[in-house]
C-alpha cells in the first residue's frame, strides 16, 4: 500500500469543498465521512458496502453519488464513493498527515482521473489510460 496526498474538490447537491486529501491505493473506493456527506447533499444508492480497515475490523458504509469528484483538477462526473462514520483515531491520522480528516481517495478514483502513485517519491503520476 502507498500513500500520497493530493488536491481535490467534491461537489454534491447542496455544497462543494476543496482541499488536500490523502491517495490510499489500499482502498479500492474513495471514503467520505457520514457528516460531510450530509453537508454535500450526495445521493445515496440504496446499496451497502462491508469494508475492511487495516486492523481487519469490519464497518458498514453506504454507496453514494456526488455531483462531481475532482482529483489535482481532473473532473469526474457522478464518482460512486463509501460513506461510513470515519473513526475519531483515523480522522486525527489524517490531520497529522495534512490531510482533510473527512476524504480518503481511493484507487477507483485515482485511475478514473488518470492517476498513479509513485510509491518512490510519495507523490501523482499523470499516466492516462491503459487499454489492452
Not at 455544497?15 to 460531510?36: A, F, P, R, Y
Given at each position: 500500500?502507498?500513500?500520497?496526498?493530493?488536491?481535490?474538490?467534491?461537489?454534491?447537491?447542496?455544497?462543494?469543498?476543496?482541499?488536500?486529501?490523502?491517495?490510499?491505493?489500499?482502498?479500492?473506493?474513495?471514503?467520505?465521512?457520514?457528516?460531510?456527506?450530509?453537508?454535500?447533499?450526495?445521493?445515496?444508492?440504496?446499496?451497502?458496502?462491508?469494508?475492511?480497515?487495516?486492523?481487519?475490523?469490519?464497518?458498514?458504509?453506504?454507496?453514494?453519488?456526488?455531483?462531481?469528484?475532482?482529483?489535482?483538477?481532473?473532473?469526474?462526473?457522478?464518482?460512486?464513493?463509501?460513506?461510513c462514520r470515519l473513526p475519531?483515531?483515523?480522522?486525527?491520522?489524517?490531520?497529522?498527515?495534512?490531510?482533510?480528516?473527512?476524504?480518503?481517495?481511493?484507487?477507483?478514483?485515482?485511475?478514473?482521473?488518470?492517476?498513479?502513485?509513485?510509491?518512490?517519491?510519495?507523490?501523482?503520476?499523470?499516466?492516462?489510460?491503459?487499454?489492452?
Amino acid at each position: 500500500m502507498s500513500l500520497a496526498k493530493a488536491r481535490f474538490k467534491v461537489l454534491g447537491d447542496k455544497d462543494s469543498l476543496e482541499g488536500t486529501g490523502i491517495v490510499d491505493t489500499g482502498s479500492l473506493m474513495s471514503v467520505i465521512d457520514e457528516d460531510l456527506a450530509d453537508e454535500l447533499g450526495l445521493k445515496y444508492t440504496g446499496r451497502s458496502i462491508e469494508l475492511t480497515t487495516l486492523s481487519g475490523k469490519e464497518t458498514t458504509s453506504n454507496e453514494a453519488l456526488m455531483s462531481a469528484f475532482e482529483v489535482e483538477g481532473e473532473r469526474l462526473v457522478s464518482e460512486r464513493v463509501a460513506v461510513c462514520r470515519l473513526p475519531k483515531n483515523v480522522r486525527e491520522k489524517l490531520r497529522a498527515m495534512g490531510a482533510h480528516e473527512q476524504v480518503i481517495i481511493g484507487v477507483i478514483t485515482l485511475e478514473a482521473a488518470g492517476f498513479t502513485v509513485n510509491p518512490l517519491k510519495g507523490r501523482l503520476e499523470k499516466i492516462g489510460w491503459l487499454a489492452l
